[in-house]
């Protein structure tokens, strides 16, 4: 089983400041997906990177896979009260099939204050 | 519209009781997961089905019984409740078995409160 590290663990920060997050783990993933889970809800998927070195920009976020696929980070550009949730990396070996499972990381609290 | 649905949002039981979770989905998918959130928020795989068939399954006391009727329903069933089991149960689904091109579509949990 792969070992997801997350860190920070949580995050406050002021409207408009920048942020990132990060997910380690000591494997080497064969693609990794970010997700976003808000009070009372499930997780969303926010992106799935796959190639090492790969960088992925959706709006304000930017997400990026380490060369080495061991790594990723997720930067908040001027971080709004809307980006406030729990931030989930999920990550998985192999190539498919049913025995593949996604392994979560334990989550990135980030609270932005208004 | 909703894609994942799981009933009942919250439910509250006392020790020893019996109790089921409900999910449906609308996506065509034919793979569908529980998983297991606790109080800190992490999230774990208790089950996975593909086409009806259980493909994946954690190690979770036998207390626990998923049940799949047909490929879009997953159900799942627990039996002499404990306080240990409390948490939020989400029921998810894919395209095809979690990989690279099948994201987890998420119902929106079920917070089970065991007294």
């Known amino acids: 089983t792969q070992l997801l590290e997350q860190s920070p663990q949580f995050l406050s920060i002021q409207e408009g400041e920048n942020l990132t997050v990060y997910c380690n783990s000591s494997s080497v993933f064969s693609s990794l997906q970010w997700y976003r889970q808000e009070p009372g809800e499930g997780p969303v998927l926010l992106v799935t990177v796959v190639t090492g070195g790969e960088v992925k920009k959706l709006k304000r976020l930017t997400f990026q896979f380490g060369d080495a696929r061991k790594d990723s980070s997720l930067h908040i550009t001027a971080a709004q009260p809307g980006d406030t949730g729990l931030y989930l990396c999920a990550a998985g070996g192999g190539s498919g099939g049913s025995n593949y499972k996604l392994t979560f990381g334990k989550g990135t609290l980030l609270t932005v204050n208004p | 519209d909703t894609a994942v649905s799981q009933t009942p949002k919250y439910l509250v039981t006392q020790m020893g009781n019996d109790k089921s979770i409900k999910c449906e989905q609308n996506?065509?998918?034919?793979?569908m997961y529980w998983y297991k959130q606790d109080s800190k928020k992490f999230l774990k795989i208790m089950f996975s089905?593909?086409?009806?068939?259980?493909?994946i399954n954690e190690t979770v006391p036998n207390r626990f019984s998923p049940k799949s009727p047909d490929k879009a329903h997953l159900n799942l069933h627990i039996n002499s409740l404990e306080l240990g089991d409390s948490a939020v149960y989400f029921c998810?689904?894919?395209?095809?078995?979690?990989?690279?091109?099948?994201?987890?579509?998420f119902g929106n949990g079920t917070r089970l409160t065991v007294t």
């Open positions: 996506l065509g998918h034919d793979t």
């Open positions: 998810a689904s894919s395209r095809a078995p979690q990989g690279l091109n099948s994201p987890l579509h």
């Open positions: 089905y593909n086409n009806k068939e259980l493909i």
